[in-house]
């Protein structure tokens, strides 16, 4: 018992266990909608306002295999008497990405993306997808499998035609820098302002979109130890065209909402929604809103080393966006 007193005043002076720190926020992955008419055109994705530490590199290679299929007609199928367009096609994009910070709270990236469209093989399987949830298929079964046509009537009554437009390019060469306005960590909302240049390096199917710039402001807010909200909203603006016949709208209006989950160490859950305004302005009966999902899993793979996959589906109507798309990206982390 004697002991008793030097135990306790030793227990009182020793240092308390350090908590567990929280899990380290990643933030969605940057996926662009892959719908064929959108693929080349300049587009805000969802991002985190982290920037890379100064001095430090970062880089990657990711991207999308959509499937995309919309049509406004009289009978669906092959044969109709009245067809105001028809989006049936797949794409895979694949972005090489470096950047570089430049300050503290300063960096800057490159992107350049290799593009391919054409007939694609995801048909069957989306087939295959929707009887087995139960979901409505768009009469995807009346029309060609894994065939590619980008076709319709124009508001002016001439018609446009992609169909022999196909194959591998490179897409417009992208330059962005990322300055982190205001940064409260764990303690508060963090912003960032993000400018963008899209340049016309496109080749082969994916030549003739002009210049383009978009701005955008983006936020991320703690919800705890394992839980991070981000949003963001942002303008483009890019020659309109026309390219191949479709004229695009001048500028477009892009946002998006956030919500990861950290259920460990190396792993969040991100699930998104994007929604932007008008892409094309010529297209007859073509709608406005665009709007679309992704649902991505990043895990780190080791201390600089990060993976992700996931998937994107439409929210609203698949005659805006990509009907389905598989996403996978690697990256190595300053």
Not at 76 to 97: H, M, S
Not at 212 to 232: E, H, K, M, N, R
Not at 296 to 305: A, E, K, P, S
Request: glycine share 12%.
């Amino acid at each position: 018992m004697k002991r008793l007193p030097v135990v306790l005043a030793c227990a009182t002076l020793a240092p308390a266990p350090e908590a567990f720190p929280a899990e380290p926020p990643r933030g969605p992955s940057e996926i662009r909608d892959a719908q064929l008419l959108a693929q080349p055109r300049l587009t805000l994705p969802a991002l985190s306002p982290w920037t890379t530490p100064a001095g430090r590199w970062s880089a990657g290679v990711s991207g999308p295999w959509a499937n995309s299929f919309a049509w406004t007609q009289d009978v669906p199928g092959e044969t109709p008497e009245d067809r105001r367009f028809l989006i049936d096609g797949e794409a895979l994009l694949l972005d090489a990405t470096v950047r570089r910070g430049l300050g503290r709270n300063v960096d800057v990236g490159l992107r350049l993306p290799l593009q391919w469209r054409g007939g694609g093989t995801l048909d069957g399987f989306i087939d295959w997808w929707h009887r087995l949830v139960n979901v409505p298929d768009g009469d995807r079964p009346a029309f060609l499998k894994d065939a590619f046509r980008v076709q319709g009537k124009t508001t002016d009554g001439g018609t446009f035609a992609w169909d022999d437009d196909t194959g591998l390019g490179l897409g417009n060469l992208e330059a962005d820098a990322r300055w982190l306005l205001v940064h409260e960590g764990r303690e508060g909302p963090s912003v960032a302002l993000v400018g963008r240049v899209s340049l016309p390096t496109g080749t082969g199917p994916f030549e003739g979109n002009g210049l383009g710039a978009g701005g955008q402001l983006v936020v991320s807010i703690p919800l705890g130890d394992d839980f991070d909200a981000y949003t963001g909203a942002g303008v483009t603006a890019q020659d309109d065209g026309p390219v191949r016949g479709v004229r695009y709208s001048p500028t477009r209006a892009h946002g998006f909402v956030a919500l990861e989950w950290r259920p460990s160490r190396r792993f969040s859950l991100v699930g998104e929604t994007d929604a932007a305004s008008r892409l094309v302005e010529n297209v007859d009966k073509y709608p406005g809103l665009h709007w679309i999902v992704n649902v991505t899993g990043r895990i780190d793979l080791g201390d600089r080393v990060r993976l992700d996959l996931g998937f994107t589906e439409n929210l609203k109507s698949q005659l805006t966006t990509t009907d389905f798309a598989l996403y996978f990206g690697v990256g190595l982390r300053p």
